[in-house]
């Protein structure tokens, strides 16, 4: 930087959670694993408390997508993620996959997390994740149900799935749905185009998978280009001590894969960029937000 020359301020990405134990991921899931969620030991607590603390390090603020059933067990959490000035959105109540569930079974599911949650934190919740992004194309009709519902925008849909009904898109990826019960912002993960191919570079496993070097710069050309991050990750991502799930092979390669350092990892992405939650960092729904008299960091 030349003598006189005014420093810019690194461009404000977005930086979300979704809260969920590690036992209740889609690719170990089983009827019977399911009826066992009250016996097996719960971690989430403790992993989503550590991630806020690191938060906390770097003086970020994220959006935590909390499943229901994760808040009726520990409302605790909940409401020192709200104090802290993180955004509490949902990531529905049971983590049922969308296309496995009715439209009047998905109904009660996203109303029910929005309840819970909104008695916890004393103010609207209106952000909404479906479990692993399962708003495709197949259910179009989650969409208008989480308008119905209350919601405000949605994270689940991954620009390569993205319907041509999408409009006023912004430089996040983030655009408008219309449908018969109104209109809906979406927020979508990032993704970069490689060789035809619309590459998930977001968080979660890819962020475990690719080095961290190569994340970083897969993720420093985005923001050249001028888009705004979107990342995501899971609490169970920063615990190499996680009891071990007996289920397929590849399952079991694609959750156990280098948790022993995404700490890391995520310590070298807050250093490397700036982060902020949905609520804050995309400019219309921080607009909802200041409409409905909300602020991220205030507490009722």
Known sequence: MRLG????????????????????VAAFWSVARRREWDQL????????RKIANLLSEYSTKATFFVLGWV?????????????????????????ELVHTQSPAQFREDVRRSKHILEDLIGRPVV???APSFSITSRTEWAISL????????????????RSTQGS????????????????????????????????????????????YATSKMFLKNLEK????????????ELDPEQPRMDGPVLSKVRHYLNLGKTEQRLRWLL???????INEAIPPIRDIFEGLGERSHAIV
């Open 225 to 236: 280009q001028g888009s705004q991050l979107v990342m995501y990750l899971h609490p169970w």
């Open 271 to 277: 250093k490397d960029f700036s982060f902020a939650p």
């Open 127 to 129: 952000g909404y994740r």
């Open 168 to 211: 006023t898109e912004s430089r996040s990826g983030t655009y408008q749905l219309e449908t018969e019960a109104g209109t809906i912002w979406e927020v979508s993960p990032s993704t970069m185009n490689a060789c035809g191919l619309q590459l998930p570079v977001a968080g979660g496993g890819y962020f475990r998978l690719f080095p």
């Open 5 to 24: 020359e005014i420093p810019q301020e690194k461009p404000r990405h977005v930086l979300s959670f979704d809260v969920e134990e590690h036992f209740q």
């Open 146 to 161: 989480l308008i119905e519902e209350g919601y405000r925008y949605d994270s689940s849909i991954y620009n390569r799935f």
């Open 41 to 48: 030991g719960s971690r989430v607590e403790h992993n989503t």
């Open 71 to 95: 808040a009726e067990r520990h409302p605790a959490l909940v409401k020192d993620l709200a104090q802290q000035g993180h955004e509490i959105a949902s990531h529905g109540y049971g983590h």
